[in-house]
């Protein structure tokens, strides 16, 4: 049946309003500074295969499920489930699919924060000169300067955290929008500009040929874990953003058509990402599984050796931040529309509660850094546990949550009234959101309890 809630923190615009600020929320650091370095990480083509697969198969569906579930409900993530539990005759213990996504956004902006700290401060070292006619040695060398000083990345993180909560308290509906309609098509701009200049390397072909030639041998259990978590990490699924941006959408709206053209810019903002990236590392003759310093490390190559680069660069990696930003905002956005709506805060007071915490909690990437570079647990450290646990544990236990939410425990016509995608597309939707999705996550995800090979 039709059901008309609406929202108490008001409506999108339009369709338009809300594509642009899901793309906002998952084109990010992901798609720039993650999606490049575990393709790396995990030997290239084979991977990215996955990850590609894991999209269409996974993740679109799960993205369609969670602005049904938004719409329908109306509330931040908690509520949202608790009501659609109610409406539906369903235990009220669904809403700690809401309380496990507040949890998640925290662990992950807290590390968020700390890369999008070290994006802000490549901009003043592209914008001071620091990388023309740059050698691998100097950007080796700054990059370590930067990762081993945790004062600095304190004040870059604390500077991050600041400017994301001002935009929070704000609402998340002002400048968003107009702030996304000018970056993203700069941030593509300046990409197929990379690009440009990795054509010239020399060794395009051999980027080209890594990224999308599949060499199974390489894949491993812990690869496919990987490419299905980064998928979800870069959607921004499972863990309620999509979903309380789907609270914002007017009822007039095509849901599957929104979520394929967030899910289409996203993926090819990482694809053009490492098409332009991995070029640069084979005529450098850096290593690509040389984990989370790729991107900073090669893109500052490719601006030191450009006419323009210092130009260019800065305006890159400003570019970045804004992207870093405005993932940043739905992160915590599911948690601040919560406290204002149940614990009546006002968004200012809700997002500093929101930001101290979260800010506290980024010290422990800090260090990770430096000082606890050498504590680890399963060989992990601090940075590497929380990425490991939330993009490919709680992120993709959340989706699948939340897929078994739509298509067991709601009626049938509950979710077809909502999606209105017409009886083939919403049979299709039906098939992989019932069958298809949960059972793929939850055969990866047995990889994390040891019960698949490595
Ligand atoms: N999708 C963002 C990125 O790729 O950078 C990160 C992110 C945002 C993950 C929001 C999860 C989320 F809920």
């Known amino acids: 049946m039709t059901v008309r809630r609406t929202s108490i923190h008001g409506?999108?615009?339009?369709r338009w309003a809300f594509i642009l600020a899901a793309a906002g929320s998952a084109i990010g650091l992901g798609n720039i500074w993650k999606f490049p370095y575990l393709a790396g990480e995990y030997g290239?083509?084979?991977f990215v295969l996955v990850y590609l697969l894991a999209v269409g198969i996974v993740g679109l569906p799960i993205m369609i499920a969670e602005i049904l579930l938004g719409r329908r409900g109306r509330q931040s993530p908690i509520n949202t489930m608790r009501t659609l539990a109610a409406e539906e005759g369903r235990s009220p213990h669904w809403q700690w699919l809401g309380w496990m996504g507040v949890l998640a956004g925290f662990l992950i902006l807290s590390y968020y924060s700390v890369i999008g700290g070290w994006t802000f401060a490549y901009v003043v070292r592209m914008a001071g000169g620091l990388f023309a006619g740059a050698t691998t040695g100097t950007v080796d060398a700054a990059f370590s300067a930067l990762v081993s000083d945790p004062e600095r990345l304190l004040a870059w993180h604390t500077l991050f955290m600041i400017m994301t909560m001002i935009v929070v308290a704000r609402?998340?509906?002002?400048g968003l929008e107009r702030a996304v309609r000018f970056m993203m098509p700069a941030l593509f701009l300046i990409l197929l500009l990379l690009v440009g200049y990795s054509m010239n390397t020399g060794y395009f072909t051999e980027g080209l040929r890594f990224l999308f030639a599949p060499d199974f041998a390489r894949l491993t259990g812990a690869g496919v874990l990987a490419a299905m978590g980064?998928?979800?990490f870069s959607l921004s699924l499972g863990m309620g953003a999509i979903?309380?941006?789907g609270s914002y959408l007017p009822h007039t709206a095509s849901i599957p058509r929104s979520a394929i053209q967030v899910a289409a810019a996203d993926t090819t903002v990482a694809l053009l990402a490492g098409v332009a990236i991995?070029?640069?590392i084979f005529a450098n003759g850096l290593d690509p599984a040389q984990g989370a310093g790729l991107a900073f490390k090669s893109l500052p190559l490719a601006f030191g050796q450009m006419p323009g680069g210092s130009l260019f660069g800065a305006l890159f990696f400003a570019l970045l931040v804004f992207a870093a930003w405005t993932s940043a905002i739905s992160l915590v956005e599911p948690a601040v529309a919560y406290l204002v709506e149940n614990r009546g805060m006002n968004r200012v007071r809700a997002c500093a509660w929101v930001g101290v915490t979260v800010w506290f909690l980024g010290l422990g990437t800090v260090f990770s850094f430096n000082l606890w570079?050498?504590?680890t647990l399963f060989g992990l450290n601090f940075f590497e546990a929380l990425d490991f646990l939330t993009s490919n544990v709680m992120l993709p236990l959340g989706g699948l949550l939340i897929a078994v939410f739509a298509a067991w425990r709601m009626s049938r016509k509950s979710t077809e009234s909502e999606l209105d995608a017409g009886p083939t597309g919403y049979r299709l939707w039906w098939v992989l959101v019932r069958y298809v999705t949960p059972v793929a996550v939850f055969i990866v995800l047995l990889h994390?309890?040891?019960?698949l090979g490595r």
Do not use: D
Request: proline residues 4%.
């Open 11 to 14: 409506e999108w615009s339009s």
């Open 44 to 46: 290239g083509g084979a």
């Open 171 to 174: 609402g998340v509906k002002s």
């Open 230 to 232: 980064q998928a979800f």
């Open 243 to 245: 979903m309380v941006y």
């Open 278 to 280: 991995f070029p640069i």
């Open 373 to 375: 570079s050498g504590a």
């Open 448 to 451: 994390v309890t040891g019960l």
